[in-house]
């Protein structure tokens, strides 16, 4: 199942789960559609490139919350994975806390850029990560 944006229940749950003491790094795996979908149809470009738009847009959220990117690269392929699934880029953000991602999406600068992320994928996933 194609999963964009996440739901409300389970970002409450993850809120809930992580450390509010540690850094999260947050792990993106993503696949593009071809062509961008734009609800107004503002943009006729592919979805790598609205994604292009969305980190550029999206760069002064990251650093505003103390977050960097700390990877970003080509997927080229899974050793262990259901034979469907592939990605094409996957990314690595390091955010200070799980209050900070939060105070992230929630803002509306945000708010503002993330309509380029929707419009790029067709699938992705995020899962947040700490050590130990």
Known sequence: MA???PSQEELRKVLQETPKDQPVVMLNLLRFRDRAAYQDDAHDCSGRDA??????EAAECVRTVGAEVIWSGRSVGSLIAPP???WDQVL?????SINAF???IESPEYKG??????AALEDSRLVANVEG
């Open 113 to 118: 850029v993330v309509k380029h992320r929707t």
């Open 51 to 56: 994604y292009k738009r969305y980190m550029e």
């Open 84 to 86: 469907d699934e592939s």
């Open 92 to 96: 690595l953000v390091r955010y200070p």
């Open 3 to 5: 999963t964009i944006n």
């Open 102 to 104: 939060l105070a992230m």
